[in-house]
């Protein structure tokens, strides 16, 4: 049975910094895309960052890009996302999410939520102004 268990989430000033985790486990492959998304309360779900394991291979939302770094360390079948220059906007539900079946040319392209099969709990962050 697959799992998806994030941490890291807090409050944070705008400019700040805080670092998600999310330990996967129950994957027999060593291949497959992961990525955080986040969501506001009455709004759709969006992709932030997505990475296929296999190359580490990043993707990002134009939102993000230069402020956040998503990683991962095989080792511990960990994927972290570290941001960075934190603003209000940025404020939301993050969620860790994964699929076996998307490749390494699809993981990223696209990165819409019915896309993934696999979805951790969650892990708030909120960022002041």
């Known amino acids: 049975q697959v799992q998806l268990v994030e941490s890291g989430g807090g409050s944070v000033q705008a400019g700040g910094s805080l670092r998600l985790s999310c330990v996967a486990s129950?994957?027999?492959?060593?291949?497959?895309?992961m990525a955080w998304f986040r969501q506001v309360s009455g709004k759709e779900r969006e992709g932030v960052a997505a990475?296929?394991?296999?190359?580490?291979?990043?993707t990002y939302a134009d939102s993000v890009k230069g402020r956040f770094t998503i990683s991962r360390d095989n080792a511990k079948n960990t994927l972290t996302l570290q941001m960075n220059s934190l603003k209000p906007e940025d404020t939301a539900m993050y969620y860790c999410?994964?699929?076996?079946?998307?490749?390494?040319?699809?993981?990223?392209?696209?990165?819409?939520?019915?896309?993934?099969?696999?979805w951790g709990q969650g892990t708030q962050v909120t960022v002041s102004s």
């Open positions: 129950g994957y027999t492959s060593s291949n497959y895309c």
């Open positions: 990475l296929f394991t296999g190359d580490g291979r990043p």
């Open positions: 999410a994964a699929d076996r079946l998307l490749g390494r040319r699809l993981c990223g392209a696209y990165m819409v939520p019915n896309e993934y099969t696999d």
